[in-house]
């Protein structure tokens, strides 16, 4: 059969071509009647309206792209803080018509593939994910006509808006339970250094030893499990008698949880974990995880709302959400 056309369309529903294109591109300057008789005509020829020429007609594509500046064997891992944020900007924009195209970029020749893409007028918008403090593409894509925002603070120094947590006041609230439960040597799993929540993340911990009679004890991690698992090991090492830590996102603390357990520490008589997330499975590890819960589909979320006020013309001022310090039994 052939695709119904915009004309048979018009004259079905008894008007000119230009009207049934107004009303099919959402425009208001369509009377009721005549719009309900074209909504009519387009319902009972099946009539579905060509991308392409929409877009020349309206500008705009629908389509917004979700970069993670991370390689695919990250972004489908374990860590469903990636799995998360794509699902609830997904939901987000599917439920205004718009589609996501998710790319992957975390390497130069993926860099430059996203740019040109962009660049080429395929999406109205961006939304940035998982970026690191080399990454090129904020300062690239700002350049560009193209409204962007972020997923956390950019880790270098450009203007686009963005949605974070509150990271360094989430630390603080987790190390600062440590110590008023009476723990002497806490040390730190901290995220990369690269990245803005792993620096803001050590910056909570070092404010609140830096306040009491403490010292920091610090390994880094990538915000693996395995990572964490190495890193606890690590710590264990330089200070066998430590007795709680803070650990900058619950897949390292559960590979902390295991070192400590292979070591026979036992949590939290011995060593008291403190994560940062609330991840699904802290709530299931050995002991039950103490964390910090981080919302990480409602900061997806608004980050979506952001970006439809850049289309707007609307306020696109930072956007910092709260944690809240959930204890159970690792500390």
């Not at 009207?19 to 387009?42: E, F, H, M, W, Y």
């Not at 904020?138 to 603070?153: F, I, K, N, T």
């Not at 806490?186 to 803001?200: E, K, L, R, S, V």
């Amino acid at each position: 059969m052939r695709r119904p056309t915009l004309e048979a369309v018009a004259a079905r529903a008894g008007v000119s071509r230009a009207t049934a294109s107004r009303v099919v591109n959402g425009q208001t300057t369509v009377a009721p009647a005549i719009r309900d008789a074209v909504l009519r005509a387009i319902d009972e020829l099946g009539y579905v309206p060509n991308s392409a020429a929409r877009s020349l007609v309206t500008q705009r594509t629908d389509s917004v792209a979700l970069v993670v500046s991370e390689p695919g064997t990250r972004v489908f891992s374990e860590d469903p803080m990636f799995s998360t944020a794509i699902r609830s900007a997904s939901v987000e924009l599917e439920a205004i018509n718009k589609q996501v195209v998710l790319m992957l970029a975390s390497s130069p020749k993926s860099h430059a593939r996203v740019e040109r893409y962009i660049a080429g007028g395929h999406v109205d918008g961006v939304m940035l994910l998982s970026m690191h403090g080399a990454d090129p593409l904020p300062s690239a894509l700002s350049r560009l006509r193209v409204p962007v925002v972020s997923y956390g603070r950019p880790a270098v120094p450009v203007n686009i808006p963005f949605v974070d947590n509150d990271n360094v006041g989430g630390a603080e609230a987790g190390v600062r339970h440590l110590v008023e439960t009476g723990r002497r040597r806490i040390a730190t799993i901290a995220g990369p250094q690269d990245m803005i929540a792993g620096q803001d993340r050590l910056a909570g911990y070092r404010n609140v030893l830096r306040d009491s009679d403490r010292r920091s004890i610090v390994a880094v991690g990538d915000f693996t499990r395995e990572s964490g698992a190495v890193a606890m090991r690590q710590l264990l090492g330089d200070d066998p008698g430590l007795d709680a830590v803070f650990v900058a996102n619950d897949l390292m603390a559960v590979g902390a949880l295991q070192s400590l357990r292979q070591s026979g520490r036992r949590v939290p008589d011995d060593v008291a974990v403190v994560g940062f997330d609330d991840i699904e499975a802290a709530k299931y590890t050995e002991p039950p995880l103490t964390t910090l819960r981080h919302p990480v589909a409602d900061q997806a979320a608004a980050m979506v709302r952001l970006l439809l006020n850049l289309f707007e013309g609307g306020p696109t001022e930072p956007i910092i959400l709260p944690t809240e310090l959930v204890v159970r039994e690792s500390a």
